[in-house]
Nanobody
Framework: QVQVVESGGGLVQPRGSLRLSCAVS????????MGWYRQAPGKQRELVAS???????NYADSVSGRFTVSRDNARNTVYLQMNSLKPEDTAVYLC??????????????WGQGTQVTVSS
C-alpha cells in the first residue's frame, strides 16, 4: 500500500519561516502532481500549492510570493517552504500525491496533516 508521511509543522512567530516535507513510499508506477492543502477552523479547505511531475507550480493568491513548493523525485518527496508567515496561515496542512499505481489507474493519496501555528 502507498503511504504518505508529513513532517515539519510546529509553532512559529509571525514573519518567521517553516519547511514542510511529505514523503511517499510503497509500490506504484509514478507520481504525477503533488501539493498541499490547508484547513483552518471555520474556513474552507484551500489548495495552497501544487507541482506537476515536470516542475510546473501553482499557488493560492494568499501565499504567492511567500511560499515555494518543490519536489525531489529521487526521494519521492514534496516540500513546502513557507516564509514571511502570518497568523492567518495557521491551519492543518495536508499533503497530497496523485499516484499512478497501475496503468490508467490514478488515485490521490493524502497525508494525515501537520499543524502549523503562527503566533507571538
Amino acid at each position: 500500500q502507498v503511504q504518505v508521511v508529513e513532517s515539519g509543522g510546529g509553532l512559529v512567530q509571525p514573519r518567521g519561516s517553516l519547511r514542510l516535507s511529505c514523503a511517499v513510499s510503497g509500490r506504484f508506477l509514478s507520481i504525477n502532481a503533488m501539493g498541499w492543502y490547508r484547513q483552518a477552523p471555520g474556513k474552507q479547505r484551500e489548495l495552497v500549492a501544487s507541482i506537476t511531475s515536470g516542475g510546473r507550480t501553482n499557488y493560492a493568491d494568499s501565499v504567492s510570493g511567500r511560499f515555494t513548493v518543490s519536489r525531489d523525485n529521487a526521494r519521492n518527496t514534496v516540500y513546502l517552504q513557507m516564509n514571511s508567515l502570518k497568523p492567518e496561515d495557521t491551519a492543518v496542512y495536508l499533503c497530497y500525491a496523485d499516484i499512478e499505481e497501475l496503468p490508467n489507474y490514478e488515485y490521490d493519496y493524502w497525508g494525515q496533516g501537520t499543524q502549523v501555528t503562527v503566533s507571538s
